[in-house]
């Protein structure tokens, strides 16, 4: 399968957490909505002075030259007495508009403010015409009842702000899956070992690091588990235990075709494996399938392969397990600046760093990160995209176009 035939067989596989609950919105950030949440009170509330003036009639200014200012409204401190003949209010941004009053008079028009002979205070404009009435009206943003969000929405900071406003303080949202993440291999050590400690062959476990951070952008409960073996039974114990207790496992590590990958053909053991393979560079020997109700990937090892298929194939299939319908791929064209060197057979997805020709143009160019060995963490130092090479494609050369998948759509 390539990434896309893939991408389609995962997301038609997956069956979405049918399960919620209700949630203060303060801790509802990345959640996914599980209903219709309508706006509880029209937005403005209230007919809204857009900026700071004088409230009027507006039929007054074809024969007023003066206007009496009769009281003030502020934001919060509203003038509750109505706008009569002559009469004005003096008006800052965000207040109500007085009762009678549909026209505000900016403050930048006023001539003079005099007190009378009665103690009053006159306000005196500048001839001008009246181009806006700025009034915002009850409704002009939000009307009351719109319906704010749609199940399978994701609660952004934005969306929360918009929620807020319209009056609403809890929400329903689906219950977060529980994702384990398991790495694998003997030669495995935790991050933090100092390095004199590490015997000859060890080298740190990167993966499950990079794997939960990625996770962590996601509406998940990240469920703390071992490292396995290169054992094959514990391998099935330590699968069978975890996919009791998780909706999805992620390893990394054991699924190629060493002498120590025991992973793929224990998921066919103990479950079914919907694939094993992809026609995909880097991440070929990627394992899909189940063991009872709980998802299982089985990831390649080698830290950039992790990364990649954690990226295009993991968090999309998640998503759909959250409760929401993931993004197409996001691809941009662009032209290469560096060359590419590239066997036709296998889509590949190098690191590489895009930016504009020019600050005011659309066209981006691109340039590979260096040698993009499956095994280089560092390839991916400074990259923001991955570069898109089609598998019928041979080398490319400066000047090729090509497509490139921002890093930061994949992580969104
Ligand atoms: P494997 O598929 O288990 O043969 O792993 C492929 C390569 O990735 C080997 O060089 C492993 O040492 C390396 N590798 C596997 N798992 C990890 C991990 N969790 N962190 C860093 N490197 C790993
Ligand atoms: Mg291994």
């Known amino acids: 399968m390539d990434l896309e035939e893939a991408r389609e067989a995962l997301f038609a596989q997956l069956v979405p957490h049918s399960a919620s609950e209700c949630i203060p919105l303060a801790q509802a950030q990345g959640r996914i909505t599980a209903e219709v949440v309508r706006a509880q009170l029209p937005l403005p509330p209230f007919p809204a002075s857009a900026m700071d003036g004088y409230a009027l009639r507006h039929q007054d200014t074809a024969n007023h030259e003066t206007f009496r200012i009769v009281g003030q409204s502020l934001a919060g401190h509203p003038y509750t007495g109505s706008i009569k003949v002559g009469e004005c209010a003096r008006i800052f941004t965000g207040a109500v508009v007085p009762d009678g009053a549909d026209l505000i008079v900016l403050q930048e028009q006023v001539a003079e403010v005099i007190t009378d002979e009665n103690g009053d205070k ?31 929405d994701r609660l952004s900071p934005l969306l929360l702000g918009a929620l807020a406003a319209a009056g609403v303080c809890e929400i329903r949202v689906y219950r977060r899956p529980k994702v384990g993440v ?140 959250c409760g929401t319908i993931p993004k197409p791929l996001l691809r941009i064209p662009a032209t290469l600046s560096s060359p590419v060197s590239h066997r036709p057979g296998r889509a590949e997805y190098q690191r590489g760093i895009y930016s504009q020709n020019e600050p005011s143009s659309s066209a981006l160019s691109v340039k590979h990160t260096g040698d993009q060995g499956s095994n280089r963490l560092s390839t991916f130092a400074g990259a923001n995209c991955l570069i898109e090479i089609p598998k019928d494609s041979g080398d490319l050369a400066v000047g090729a176009d090509v497509n490139v998948l921002p890093l930061s759509d994949l992580l969104a």
Not at 132 to 137: K, S, W
Not at 186 to 201: F, N, Q, V
Request: proline share 9%; glycine share 10%.
């Open 122 to 152: 006159i306000v005196r404009f500048v001839p001008h015409e009246a181009d806006e009435d700025y009034i915002r009206p009850v409704g002009n943003d939000v009307q009351m009842g719109h319906p704010m969000t749609q199940p399978g």
């Open 182 to 321: 398991f790495s694998s291999g003997d030669e495995l050590r935790d991050p933090g070992t100092p390095p004199d400690a590490l015997t000859l062959g060890q080298i740190y476990d990167s993966n499950r690091f990079t794997l939960t951070s990625l996770l962590r952008h996601l509406p998940i409960e990240l469920i703390a588990l071992d490292r396995l073996p290169d054992d094959p039974d514990a391998v099935e114990e330590a699968l069978t235990e975890a996919s009791r207790r998780c909706d999805m496992l992620i390893t990394s590590g054991g699924v190629s075709v060493g002498d120590a990958d025991f992973i793929g053909a224990t998921i066919a053991r103990l479950g079914e494996l919907s694939f094993w393979r992809l026609n995909l560079k880097p991440g070929k020997p990627l394992a899909f399938g189940n063991i009872g109700e709980c998802w299982i990937f089985g990831l390649p090892g080698n830290p950039v392969s992790t990364i990649v298929t954690c990226l295009l194939l993991v968090m999309p299939s998640l998503q759909v397990l």
